[in-house]
C-alpha cells in the first residue's frame, strides 16, 4: 500500500527564518481524560478528573459500546449506544508564544459540543461535522500553569441520525500558533480560472487578519513548486491591513506546459503563502492543489481536462466499519484502492463533510468527487427526527462556511450538493427562499464547482415542471435512471447525473447507453453501521462489506467497469441470508447448484471436475453468464478467454474438515501513526488450505510488542459481538482484527487461536 497520505499528518508545520519559528501548527491528541455520562463542573479548573479514563484521540466511545435493540439509537445509529462524554486536557503554554494568537481546532465533535478553556466557555456547536476554530488568546496563562481545556459531547438527544454517528472527538485536534496578524484559517484559495494543456493562470486569494492594535503594511509573496517540487514561479504583493480589520489580496501566476491533475495522473502542485514586514516573515500557509478544467455537458455527460469520462462512481458514509468514527487515514486509503479495483472513479461523501484525510486522498488517488453538505434542511426524515433539521435555522449558514472554505482548493471536488432528499417544500416561499440563500452563500464563497442537490421523487414534487430543477447547475436525482433521463428529453440543455443508484443492472445500462447521463454513484461503496432493523445493526446491500470483503456486487461491478481481463464465480442459494456465496461448500447437503460468472471477457467456459459445462458468450446487456447443473464436490473453475485465448481464470474447490487456522497480514511494516493501521485476517482452513465457510466458531486473538488491537470483527451484518474485544465468532471463516503500534520501533506479535484449531501468528515490524 502506497504511503499517499503521511505528508499530511506532520505533528508542527512551520517555515523557519533564520532559525526562528513564524506559525506553528501542533497536535495535542496525546493524554486526555475522559468520561462516560455527564458532570457537574467538569469545565472547571479545580475539578478533580484523577479518576478519569486516560486516552489519546481521535476517539469514538459509541462504537466501544454493546448492541442492544433497545438503544436510543434505533436503527439509524446501529444500536449502539450514546449519551453524554466529558474530555478534558492539561495544556502549558511557552513564555515565547505570549505575544502570538493562539486558536485551537477541533476536527470533530459528534455532537453538541461545548467547550472551556480554564473555565472560560468558548462556545457551543451542534453540527458534528465540520471543525470548531476558537480563540484561546484571551484566556489563557504563559507562566508555566496548567491550562485546562473541557469538551463536552452531548448524543442525548435521539435518535439523531438516520446513520451511525459515533460520539465524542472522534478526528485530530490542533493548536495554531501565529502572529496577531496572520492569514484566515483555510483563507488562502488557490483557483485555475484559466486552464488547458499549454498555459494555466493560477489565481490567489488570501485573506488577512490583523488582530494587533496598529494597521500594517505587509508583503504578500505566493511561491508555486511543481508537482516533483522544482520551484516555478513567486509573485509578491503589498498590502495594508487596518486594525481589527480583514484585507484580500489577490494574485496570479502564469503556468506554462502545466501538468494536469486527471483520474490517471493525479498531479499535485504546492503554493507556499508568506506574509512579511519589513523584511521579516511574520506568518505562512502551505497549500496544494491541481491545474485542470472540466465541464457538464447536457448531450455528452462529463468531460475532464478534454476527455469525455463516464463517472463510475459509489457512495460512502464517514464510519469506518469496526474503528466507528474515528477512521485513520490508512482505512480509507485501503478502502479507495479496493473502489479503484472495480473501476471507480468517483466517490460521493454521503451525506455531511468528511475527515481532512478523505479529501488529501482522493486528491492524490486521483479519485473525482460530489463533496455533499447535508442531509436535512429543516424538515425532519424518518428515523432521524431529532437530526441537524433541528438546528438548520440557526446554523446552516455557519457551518457550509467551514465545511467548504476548509476544502474548496481540493482538485478533486467537481460538485457540490446542498441536500440529500431534502423534504422541506421548495416550491414555497420559505423553501424556495432557503434554497436560494444557500446556493447564493455556496456561488459566494466557491463559485468555481457547479451546484446539485440529490433530488428525491423530483416527478412527484414537480421540480422538474416549476422551473426549481434549473436553478440547480446539474441536475442530480436519487435512484429512478429512467425518469431523469426521461427529464433531460423533456427540456433541452439541462445536464444530469444520478447521484444515488441502486447497484442494480438496469440502472447500469442506463447510465451506460445515455451519453448525456454524466454518470452514478452507488449507494454504497461499502456496507455502513446503522440504517438496519434489528436484529440487522449495518447496512448490507454495499458493493464490499464493512471491512472490505469482496462480494458478488463487486466482482459483477469489476466486470462492467474494468477492462483487464477478469472472471469469477459465485454460488447463489436463495435459502440463505447471503444468497450469493463465494465457495463451492454448501452449508447442508443440496442436490442442485446454481452458478453465476461475472466476467468482462469475451466467451467463458465452467468446468466442473475438469468436465466441461459449456461455453458461453458474456452477454450485451452486461448480464452475468449462469448456469444450473447436479452439485457435485470437488472443484470448479471458469475460464475466460478473448480471441480465443485463455486470459482469466478463477476456481472453487469443495473445504474438506477444518484443520487450522491461517493468519495473514496485509502488509508486514507497521508504521507509527495514528493514521497507520494493519489488518490481520484469521481463516478457518482445511488441510489443504481451502477456507472453511461453516464452521461457527470463536476466534480468540491477543497481542504482544510496541501495538494494540484496535478493533476485532467478523463482517456479519447480524453480530452483535463487541468491536473493542480479543475474540469474534467467525463469520464465513474469517475474523479480522485491525492492528496499531504504540512505540516506534520493535516487533510486533499477533497470535490467533480456536477450539481444536491451534494457533496462528504473525509478525509487524515497526517503523517510526
Not at 320 to 336: H, I, K, L, T, Y
Not at 400 to 415: D, G, T, Y
Not at 651 to 672: D, F, G, M, R, W
Request: charged share 25%.
Amino acid at each position: 500500500m502506497k504511503k499517499l497520505f503521511l505528508f499530511f499528518w506532520i505533528v508542527s508545520l512551520s517555515i523557519s527564518v533564520s532559525g526562528q519559528q513564524v506559525s506553528k501548527t501542533t497536535r495535542i491528541d496525546k493524554d486526555w481524560r475522559f468520561h462516560l455520562g455527564d458532570v457537574e463542573n467538569g469545565q472547571l479548573v479545580a475539578f478533580n478528573d484523577g479518576d478519569w479514563r486516560k486516552l489519546d484521540v481521535p476517539h469514538d466511545w459509541s462504537i466501544e459500546g454493546e448492541y442492544d435493540s433497545l438503544a436510543i439509537t434505533k436503527r439509524g445509529g446501529g444500536y449502539l449506544p450514546a449519551g453524554m462524554g466529558w474530555y478534558r486536557k492539561s495544556i502549558v503554554f511557552p513564555e515565547s508564544d505570549a505575544n502570538k494568537r493562539i486558536f485551537i481546532e477541533l476536527g470533530g465533535v459528534m455532537a453538541n459540543s461545548d467547550v472551556w478553556i480554564n473555565g472560560y466557555h468558548l462556545g457551543h456547536h451542534p453540527f458534528g461535522y465540520v471543525p470548531l476554530l476558537y480563540d484561546l488568546t484571551d484566556y489563557i496563562t504563559f507562566d508555566g500553569k496548567l491550562n485546562i481545556l473541557a469538551v463536552r459531547a452531548d448524543n442525548t438527544l435521539q435518535p439523531a441520525s438516520r446513520w451511525y454517528t459515533g460520539a465524542g472527538i472522534y478526528r485530530h485536534v490542533e493548536l495554531i500558533t501565529v502572529d496577531p496578524t496572520h492569514f484566515e484559517r483555510y483563507g488562502v484559495f488557490i483557483t485555475t480560472p484559466e486552464a488547458s494543456h499549454e498555459k494555466a493562470t493560477v489565481a490567489i486569494q488570501a485573506s488577512i487578519v490583523n488582530q494587533s492594535q496598529v494597521g500594517r503594511t505587509l508583503q504578500v509573496q505566493t511561491t508555486i513548486s511543481s508537482p516533483m517540487g522544482k520551484s516555478l514561479k513567486s509573485e509578491s504583493t503589498s498590502i495594508t491591513v487596518k486594525a481589527g480589520q480583514t484585507a484580500v489580496c489577490e494574485q496570479t501566476i502564469a503556468v506554462t506546459s502545466p501538468e494536469l491533475w486527471d483520474i490517471d495522473a493525479p498531479n499535485i502542485y504546492t503554493a507556499v503563502t508568506t506574509l512579511s514586514e519589513n523584511g521579516k516573515v511574520i506568518d505562512d500557509q502551505t497549500n496544494t492543489f491541481g491545474i485542470r478544467y472540466f465541464s457538464f455537458e447536457s448531450e455528452t455527460g462529463f468531460w475532464l481536462n478534454g476527455r469525455n469520462i463516464k463517472l463510475l462512481g459509489a457512495c460512502v458514509h464517514h464510519d469506518g466499519g469496526a474503528v466507528g468514527s474515528a477512521v485513520p487515514a490508512s482505512v480509507w486509503e485501503r478502502r479507495f484502492e479496493q473502489l479503484k479495483a472495480v473501476g471507480c472513479n468517483a466517490i460521493r461523501g454521503a451525506h455531511a463533510p468528511m475527515d481532512p484525510a478523505f479529501y488529501e486522498l482522493c486528491n492524490r488517488m486521483g479519485l473525482l468527487l460530489l463533496d455533499e453538505v447535508f442531509d436535512t434542511w429543516t424538515s425532519a426524515k424518518p428515523n432521524g427526527e431529532k437530526a441537524y433539521n433541528l438546528y438548520f435555522p440557526d446554523w446552516w449558514a455557519i457551518d457550509i462556511e467551514i465545511a467548504l472554505k476548509r476544502v474548496r482548493n481540493h482538485p478533486s471536488i467537481i460538485l457540490y450538493s446542498l441536500g440529500n432528499e431534502i423534504r422541506d417544500d421548495v416550491n414555497s416561499v420559505n423553501g424556495r427562499q432557503r434554497f436560494l440563500n444557500l446556493r447564493n452563500l455556496t456561488k459566494s464563497i466557491d463559485s468555481t464547482r457547479p451546484l446539485t442537490m440529490a433530488l428525491f421523487r423530483a416527478k412527484m414534487m414537480g421540480l422538474y415542471e416549476n422551473g426549481f430543477s434549473e436553478m440547480l447547475d446539474v441536475i442530480g436525482q436519487n435512484y429512478a435512471e429512467t425518469a431523469l433521463v426521461d427529464a433531460w428529453s423533456e427540456k433541452p440543455g439541462r445536464k444530469i447525473i444520478g447521484t444515488e443508484n441502486t447497484p442494480s443492472r438496469s440502472g447500469w445500462l442506463v447510465a451506460r447507453d445515455t451519453p448525456a447521463y454524466a454518470g452514478m454513484f452507488i449507494w454504497t461503496g461499502f456496507d455502513y453501521l446503522g440504517e438496519a432493523d434489528w436484529p440487522k445493526i449495518s447496512w448490507s446491500e454495499a458493493l464490499f462489506d464493512r471491512n472490505g470483503g469482496w462480494k458478488h456486487s463487486s466482482w459483477e461491478r469489476q466486470s462492467w467497469w474494468t477492462d483487464k481481463p477478469m472472471a469469477h464465480i459465485v454460488r447463489r442459494d436463495t435459502t440463505l441470508r447471503a444468497n450469493w456465496l463465494d465457495d463451492w461448500t454448501p452449508a447442508s447437503p443440496i442436490d442442485t447448484a446454481f452458478v453465476d460468472v461475472y466476467s468482462n471477457c469475451e466467451e467463458v467456459e465452467l468446468y466442473l471436475n475438469g468436465k466441461s459445462l459449456g461455453k458461453q458468450l458474456t452477454p450485451e446487456d452486461d448480464a452475468p453468464n449462469s448456469w444450473k447443473m447436479i452439485y457435485a464436490p470437488g472443484t470448479i473453475k471458469v475460464i475466460g478467454r478473448n480471441g480465443g485465448k485463455d486470459v482469466a481464470v478463477h476456481e472453487h474447490t469443495t473445504a474438506k474438515k477444518p484443520a487450522k487456522l491461517v493468519l495473514e497480514a496485509e502488509k508486514s511494516e507497521l508504521i507509527n501513526d495514528w493514521e497507520e493501521v494493519v489488518y490481520v485476517t484469521a481463516t478457518i482452513v482445511d488441510k489443504n488450505g481451502i477456507r472453511c465457510p461453516n464452521t461457527p466458531t470463536k476466534i480468540k486473538f491477543d497481542i504482544s510488542g510496541p501495538g494494540e488491537i484496535v478493533s476485532v470483527d467478523n463482517s456479519d451484518n447480524f453480530s452483535h459481538e463487541k468491536y473493542k474485544t480479543t475474540e469474534k465468532t467467525n463469520y464465513k471463516g474469517r475474523v479480522l482484527a485491525i492492528i496499531r503500534a504504540t512505540a516506534p520501533s520493535g516487533k510486533v506479535t499477533l497470535r490467533a487461536s480456536a477450539p481444536g484449531l491451534g494457533s496462528s501468528q504473525v509478525v509487524l515490524n515497526v517503523k517510526q
